[in-house]
């Protein structure tokens, strides 16, 4: 029969085996909220590239429009030019 003694070496090692339990859940908390810190920091830098890129992107396409028109009223088209310019921002 099972004395005294025997229960509380087992009620020691499950108390043990609990805090051991703890400790690694804590661990892992730990690194979970490491990774979703340095994800969250690299996402923004992401979007920083992202908005980066947008607005260089719409300044290219803005110089390449204007080249464009300077370079098709310089050729001799300038009045059709000029029409279809001044009808495309009225019309918009």
Do not use: C, P, Y
Not at 58 to 79: D, I, N, P, V
């Amino acid at each position: 029969m099972a004395n005294l003694n025997d229960f509380k070496l087992v009620a020691e090692q499950l108390s043990h085996a609990l805090d051991l339990l703890r400790a690694e859940n804590a661990a892992v908390k730990a690194g979970q909220a490491h990774d979703r810190e340095a994800l969250s920091q690299r996402l923004s830098v992401l979007e920083a590239q992202a908005a980066d890129f947008e607005s260089r992107l719409r300044a290219l396409t803005e110089a390449a429009t204007q080249h464009k028109l300077l370079a098709s009223l310089a050729t001799g088209g300038g009045l059709i030019s000029l029409i279809t310019l001044l009808k495309w921002l009225l019309d918009s």
